[in-house]
């Protein structure tokens, strides 16, 4: 093994390395080590430290060196870092390039840009990555639904929401916007998907970090409350003129407060997936077993939007954002959150629910309106959150 492979330490100790490929300049004047993975990248050292203030300094106090086979010595700096973040900085340092490779999975490669962005004082990175972040957290001029299926949240892998949380934790000081949107989008996961850590694809694990978990289980469970008191309150007028089941809202009222009551009780269990209980209100509603005739089923629509309406200009109070780092103090003071949160419908979270939660299509439901009360019971689901009502 040549000389050319080692960097000389202080003390007469040598650093085994190997060279990454793609960054090895044959005239660079510094060298950039993944520490604990042993890869080394050779660079132009006037080119990288002229944009970054903090690799500046850390190369003017180095003290570790490397000799290639020419005899050029050049300084030797080690980091902590996983050498994708690495080539992520110099991708932006050397070439002012931040482009996803085509294969890639975006919000982690947006993690790694912003991440070592800011930690390495490259403010453009940092910047050039903030209209990729607001893409993928929210557009106030799309329905939830529409937003959804253009993310294609993977509820049985939350890389995606949490890799968009610890962004908005990072940025969080210089736009605290974003953070309010990428808790609701947390909360829309299953209990066991937050308390699960992501690994990503460069060997990183990612966690929920506290009080954070905290903070979206009791969104979730503040949110199926709203839901709740939706329909609830939808159902609770009279039928309509042209009713030929009265006794059909009255049915579904009870059926869906025998439904939520139990999952409200079981909401943290990490067996039972979030958005299960919209799952059953809609086979309920599209399998006829409610009993509502034409003529309510067109009153409960408008009903429920006028109802969804007024409940979801309360979301920032109901989900305590506001008293949150990070929620806009300022801005439109009548209805904060319809700019800067998701305003999901109960149609569209139903969509949602049938579309990604695969593993709940073996549902057997039953309901028995005819007994004393109101039965309710799932079958073919281990621990489905739903017994007898």
């Not at 008191?229 to 006794?247: D, G, H, L, V």
């Not at 629910?353 to 109101?374: C, I, K, P, Q, T």
Request: charged share 15%; net charge negative.
């Amino acid at each position: 093994m040549n000389a050319g492979e080692f960097i000389a330490l202080p003390g007469n100790q040598c650093f085994y390395f190997m060279r990454d490929c793609t960054y090895w300049s044959p005239l660079g004047g510094g060298v950039l080590v993944a520490r604990n993975h042993n890869l080394a990248f050779r660079i132009q050292l006037p080119v990288v430290v002229r944009q970054s203030s903090v690799l500046q300094s850390m190369f003017a106090t180095s003290t570790a060196c490397y000799m290639d086979r020419n005899g050029l010595i050049c300084s030797a700096v080690f980091l902590d870092e996983e050498p994708k973040a690495i080539r992520c900085l110099l991708q932006y340092l050397l070439h002012g390039d931040y482009q996803f490779a085509e294969d890639c999975h975006k919000p982690e490669e947006v993690y790694w840009r912003v991440l070592v962005g800011m930690k390495y004082g490259v403010q453009g990175l940092v910047d050039a990555m903030l209209p990729v972040v607001r893409q993928f957290l929210h557009d106030e001029h799309e329905d939830f639904a529409t937003i959804t299926d253009w993310l294609e949240l993977p509820f049985d892998d939350p890389s995606v929401p949490i890799s968009l949380l610890h962004i908005a934790l990072l940025l969080q000081g210089q736009h605290p916007h974003l953070l309010p949107s990428a808790l609701v989008y947390c909360g829309l996961l299953s209990p066991r998907d937050i308390l699960r850590p992501v690994k990503l694809s460069t060997g990183t694990t990612l966690a929920i970090p506290q009080p954070w978990t905290e903070r979206c289980l009791a969104m979730q469970t503040s949110l199926l409350q709203v839901t709740v008191r939706i329909i609830t309150e939808t159902f609770k007028s009279e039928p309509s003129a042209e009713c030929t089941n009265p006794a059909g809202p009255r049915q579904c009222a009870a059926i869906l407060s025998a439904l939520c009551s139990q999952a409200l009780q079981k909401l943290t269990s990490p067996s039972l997936p979030m958005m299960q209980p919209f799952r059953v209100w809609t086979q309920l509603m599209t399998s006829g077993e409610c009993g509502l005739c034409a003529g309510c089923m067109f009153d409960v629509h408008v009903r429920e939007g006028n109802v969804l309406a007024e409940e979801w200009e309360m979301l920032p109070c109901i989900l305590d954002l506001e008293t949150s780092p990070g929620w806009p103090t300022d801005g439109d003071a009548v209805n904060p959150c319809r700019r800067h949160c998701v305003q999901p419908s109960i149609e569209a979270t139903c969509d949602l629910v049938s579309e990604h939660h695969s593993y709940e299509r073996n549902w057997n439901l039953h309901v028995d309106l005819h007994a004393n009360g109101v039965n309710v019971k799932s079958e073919s689901v281990p621990d489905s959150g739903f017994v007898r009502a």
